[in-house]
Structure formats: structure tokens, C-alpha cells
T-cell receptor, first 113, second 112 residues
Framework: EAQVTQNPRYLITVTGKKLTVTCSQN?????MSWYRQDPGLGLRQIYY???????DKGDVPEGYKVSRKEKRNFPLILESPSPNQTSLYFC????????????FGPGTRLTVT | GEDVEQSLFLSVREGDSSVINCTYT??????LYWYKQEPGAGLQLLTY?????DMKQDQRLTVLLNKKDKHLSLRIADTQTGDSAIYFC????????????FGTGTKLQVIP
């Protein structure tokens, strides 16, 4: 089954404790992206990647890092999480940068205390 | 820059039509989308329309695009309780990569 998976689905952590949210797709997609969803703000793009070893900042990249060492994986790293990073995070992928459809993962709900 | 706006909430009775509205600012939009998010789930693409089209119909869904006013709407005919969800409008702008800007989302509540 074609899908985008994220782990963990739920995470509660404390300020300053490094964490990684994994994202994996099995569709051989070139383009992958991370979004955060906050009430009243919709989805905002954090980082995106057009292919292996090619990443760039989205609209709200501060406090986040990403890597793209393999085509299928695009982890989101929070080196020193803060409470304002409490949010719902979505990973998405599409075949390439011109493809009209993005496929979304199920989301990761992160709480930073 | 790009900006996409939607009202936050809509309540309709089961069997009625729902109309969810969206406005956007970027005149270089190539595609406009409607995504559905059910509770606890990710976003699912419902339908999309090319920017050179005025209307697209897909079963119970009708998308209307007024490019002059930069206004997009989604009409759901015969709304069912299973249509209760958050609906996101999104625009894709032309340019070097796939920049998609999402609206704030409209929560549709269907009253039985």
C-alpha cells in the first residue's frame, strides 16, 4: 500500500531534550516536505526537499533541522525543543516538484512542556 | 507573498448543501486545491482545479473559481454526517518548486 508513515504519532517531551520525528514514504517520491498545523493558522511549511541531499527552508524553519540521506526518509529534528513547538506535524511527499498532488502522513502530535 | 483565507467554522443540517469559501492573493496560482482532514488523520486531497478553469464537478462536489476576484468555493451537495471534517483550501504558485500555501481550514459540522 502506497503511504507516508510518521513516528511517533504522539510525543510528550521536556524543553531542551533533543528529539527526532521520522517520516518515510514507499512511493519513490522525489519531493518531501514537513508542515506544522496550529489552530487558526492552517498548515505552515517548515522544510522541504526536492531530492536526496537537497533541502531548503520553508516558511517557519527556526528551531528545526532536516536531512535527506535516502530518498524514502525525511526526518525532522528538534535539537532543543521549546514549548512554542508544541504542534501537530505532518510529513508529505509528491512524485516530483511539478506533481499536483501531495500525499500526507497521519500526523505527529508533539507536546513540549 | 501568498495568503489564503477561509472562515473558521460552518454548520449545516444533514441533507442541505454546504458551501465553503476561500480567498487567495497570488495571481500566479497554477492549481487550487481542497483537502479534507478527518479527526485524528492527515490531509486527503478531495479535488483540485487548474487556474484556467471556472468550474469542476465531481459527484457531490462542485468547485467554482473566480480568478478575477481570487475566490474559490467548494459546494458539497446533500451533506452527510461523514462530511464533518476540516476543509483546507490551498494554492500552488508557479515558480522553481512546488510552493503550496494552505488556508486556515474551515471546520464543517453536520447536524443530523
Amino acid at each position: 500500500e502506497a503511504q507516508v508513515t510518521q513516528n511517533p504519532r504522539y510525543l510528550i517531551t521536556v524543553t531542551g531534550k533533543k528529539l527526532t520525528v521520522t517520516c518515510s514514504q514507499n512511493m519513490n517520491h522525489e519531493y518531501m516536505s514537513w508542515y506544522r498545523q496550529d489552530p487558526g493558522l492552517g498548515l505552515r511549511q517548515i522544510y522541504y526537499s526536492m531530492n536526496v541531499e537537497v533541502t531548503d527552508k520553508g516558511d517557519v524553519p527556526e528551531g528545526y533541522k532536516v536531512s535527506r540521506k535516502e530518498k524514502r526518509n525525511f526526518p525532522l529534528i528538534l535539537e532543543s525543543p521549546s514549548p512554542n513547538q508544541t504542534s501537530l506535524y505532518f510529513c508529505a511527499s509528491s512524485a516530483d516538484r511539478n506533481s499536483y498532488e501531495q500525499y500526507f502522513g497521519p500526523g505527529t502530535r508533539l507536546t513540549v512542556t | 507573498g501568498e495568503d489564503v483565507e477561509q472562515s473558521l467554522f460552518l454548520s449545516v443540517r444533514e441533507g442541505d448543501s454546504s458551501v465553503i469559501n476561500c480567498t487567495y492573493t497570488d495571481s500566479s496560482s497554477t492549481y487550487l486545491y481542497w483537502y479534507k482532514q478527518e479527526p485524528g488523520a492527515g490531509l486527503q486531497l478531495l479535488t483540485y482545479i487548474f487556474s484556467n478553469m471556472d468550474m469542476k464537478q465531481d459527484q457531490r462536489l462542485t468547485v467554482l473559481l473566480n480568478k478575477k476576484d481570487k475566490h474559490l468555493s467548494l459546494r458539497i451537495a446533500d451533506t452527510q454526517t461523514g462530511d464533518s471534517a476540516i476543509y483546507f483550501c490551498a494554492e500552488r504558485t508557479s515558480g522553481g518548486y512546488q510552493k503550496v500555501t494552505f488556508g486556515t481550514g474551515t471546520k464543517l459540522q453536520v447536524i443530523p
